[in-house]
Every structure is written in C-alpha cells, then in structure tokens.
C-alpha cells in the first residue's frame, strides 16, 4: 500500500464501450459523445473529476472513439470563426473543454471488460492512488462524492467506492458490497467485507450497489494481472476489489461512501432522457421556459 496521504491528482475514465444500447445513434458517434442537455455526456464527468482537484484525466479509448480526443482539444477553425463574429460567449464555451484538463488516452484494443480497462492505465498511473469515473453515471456538482472518497483515501489509506442504496430487484444491474460500520465514521462511511458482481437477487449480500466511483490503492493493478475472467467472461473491476477488500495486507481496506445524493444513468435510454430532462428544468438559461412547457405538455398530453 502507498502512504495514504499521497496527493491524487489522476482520474482514469474508461471509455472504450460500444454503446449497442443506443444503436443507431452509437453507430459512428461514440456514447460518451451523446449530449445531455448542450454538452456531450463525458465532459460532466471530466468536469467532475477536476472540481475534485484530479486535472490529469486519463481516458481508455477504443476504435471510433477519435472524437473524444477532439472535443477536449483546440478547434482553431471554429475558435476563429466565432472570433471574427464577435461570438465571446459561444467561443468560450468551446474553448472550456478544451481548457479543463490535461488529457491522456490509451487505447484498449481488446474490450475484455472494466477490470482489463483500469489495467490499461497502469503505465500512466505508476504507483500513486487514482480514481476511476465511469461515463454512464453523472453525479449531480451540487452534491460532491469524489472529493469526499478523495478525502477518506487520504484520511484511512486503501481504497473508497461509492455506493448506493437501491431496490432490490434492481441489484443484479450492479456490483453488490456487503458492509459493516466503521469506527468513528457517520453513518455515510463503512468498510467494504465482500463484493460480488451483478448478484441474482437472492444471493446478494445487500441492497448497498457500486456506483461508478471509485479511489483505488494501485496494489489493485497487481491484483487485476492475476485475475480471470468472471461474469459475463470479463475481467471485473469488481472481482479485484473483493480480493483486496478480503487480504488487507495487499493494499489496504476498502471503504464504501454511502452516496444519498442525485445520480444520472445515461447508460440506459429511459435514464438518459430523466437526466435530460431534469437537468435542462434546472438550467437557468432554459429552465424556467422549458419548464412551462412540461408542465403544460403534461396537462394536456398525459
Ligand atoms: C459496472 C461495474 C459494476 C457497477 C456499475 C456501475 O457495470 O462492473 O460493478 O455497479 O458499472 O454503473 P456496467 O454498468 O458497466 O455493466
């Protein structure tokens, strides 16, 4: 295990997914790419992990993924053309990604799963503490989770994920940790004793689901390189957790941060278009006037 007070400033964003659940729209536009509300999806999740104090962002990319490198770069062309219209506003908002953070890719090449993506950025990371984002889930900026598993890493060493309470019958979606209190910890912070992914209802250990945080000691690297292939025939972040959280000696405990805050799925159609939804009500640009407009369509149409 590495000092836990390490300073973290790497987030690894695994993006390599085909995104079949949005055919055809995933066909020659990666998923990440999908705008929710006017910006692609991947850039909240950039934006949060730099509002947690990590500004060099990883992201592990496959084929047809070029346009991800493109969002977060310069774009001199269209930069100088709403320079010459005198469009300060747009012109900003096209420079602010490219802005944000200082963007690594590596490419995946097999698609062997989570697991096998977080192996992939073992060379960049080395041998600090990093976090990993994944791209289906936003967490709304008003109710911050990563600098608060950033500050347990800090605090207690070994690893943080994030974790949420769900039905039951939803539990088999997910990664699935069985918990216990911590000592002096609130009621938000526990530690992890097994792991189990996507569990059939029964058999699962909880209702507490992993949600697509986490802060990870780099012993898990050395732990993913022995790992076999588990559910579904991938390599499963979730499978090298349950192995660190069950040897301590490896790289530390692993916690779990309750998270009760708000949470987008823009993995799945129907979440997607919640996310949008909600998230363009609460704009103050758009909000107030799409608002009207709900509620009248609602009325009328519902
Ligand atoms: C992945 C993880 C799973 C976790 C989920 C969170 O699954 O394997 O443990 O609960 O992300 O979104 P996926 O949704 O990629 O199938």
Redesign the pocket.
Known sequence: MTESGAVISKAVIPAAGLGTRFLPATKATPKEMLPVVDKPAIQYVVEEAVAAGLSDVLMVTGRNKRPLEDHFDRNYELESALETKGDEARLQRVQESSDLATMHYVRQGDPRG?GHAVLCAAPHVGDQPFAVL?G??LIDPRDPLLARMVQTRAERGGSVIALMEVAPEQIH???CAAVKPVEGGDGDLVRVTDLV??PDPAEAPSNY????RYVLDPAVFGILRETEPGRGGEI???DALQKLAADEKVGGPVFGVIFRGRRY?T?DRGDYLRAIVRLACEREDLGPEFRDWLRSYVDEEM
């Open positions: 989570l994944l289906d889930d979606l997910y990664g992914e996507k689901a992993i949600i697509g499963q972040l979730t799925d993995g």
